[in-house]
């Protein structure tokens, strides 16, 4: 029997890595791993190291970095997604944000392109606080950010993931469009007040405004263009038109989705927080 081939993207990031997991389990389905560090590389910002990481795929999970909000993104998955039709790719599952303009042209672009797709609209992830940009801050005991007032309904990777594999496998979700979120609003100083008690440690939160926020990124010599991308999504993404949960993941996956507390707990006992310094 042909096993089918699916190429994913991102593969040591927060989602692809998990969906990797996922579908190594299954004997139908041959993986291949897209990363820069991968036996044959994957760079977005190298476009000839995509045709060989393409060859003999049917189906592609897309991950884009840094977002498909930065200007560049348009061109670069216009040219990526008429690549893979062209070299016979049946599928593509593009993961994007909640309520971003700017993603969505690259969403039509992919519904335009691809043979059959399904896009993934994920909220804010509860990784970042354990695998990406506010894990160092919760390791300080100190977590400094704007839009402190804001209710945002994290997503846990691991949800995400199990529906991008559903999607992957699945036709039924072929030209759907879904909207990811947990089950819970929280605000930012709600969400370290979790991770605090879950690992029984103080960490002090500041709500700082936008302007001081980018001022304090801008001392600590983080690039220009990262600075761009969080100013924009801090004031774009969390200005309350995301404020809302739905419930595409319980459709999917016939499941709750999971609650922040209970990523917090799990989280606390892998030991990645045990050396938080308040
Ligand atoms: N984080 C969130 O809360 C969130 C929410 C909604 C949507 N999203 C979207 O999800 C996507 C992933 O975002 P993320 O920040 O969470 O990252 P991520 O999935 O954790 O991915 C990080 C990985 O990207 C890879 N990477 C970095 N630069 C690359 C390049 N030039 N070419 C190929 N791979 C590269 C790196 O892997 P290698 O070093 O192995 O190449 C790294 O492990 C973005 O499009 C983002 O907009 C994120």
Known sequence: MNKKKILVLGANGKTGSRVIDRLQKISEVEVRMGSRNAAQPFDWENAETWFPVLQDI????????????????????????????????????????????????????????????????????????????????????????????????FTDANDIADVVVECLLNEKHNNQTYELTGPKLLTFPEAVAEIAKATDKEIHFQALSLEEYVQMLKEYQVPEDHIWLINYLFEHVLDGRNSHITNDIEKILGRKPTDFSTYAKETAKSGIWNVINA
């Open 58 to 153: 049917d189906s592609v999970y897309i991950t884009f970095q840094p977002d498909l909000a930065v200007p560049a993104a348009v061109a670069i998955i216009q040219k990526f997604a008429s690549l893979a039709t062209s070299l016979g790719v049946q599928k593509m599952v593009l993961l994007s944000g909640r309520g971003e303009k700017e993603a969505q042209v690259c969403e039509e672009i992919i519904k335009n392109t691809a043979k059959n797709w399904t896009i993934v609209r994920a909220s804010w992830f509860n990784q970042n606080f354990s695998e990406s940009f506010f894990l160092e801050p919760i390791l300080a005991g100190f977590v400094a950010l704007p839009r402190a007032k804001a209710l945002e309904p």
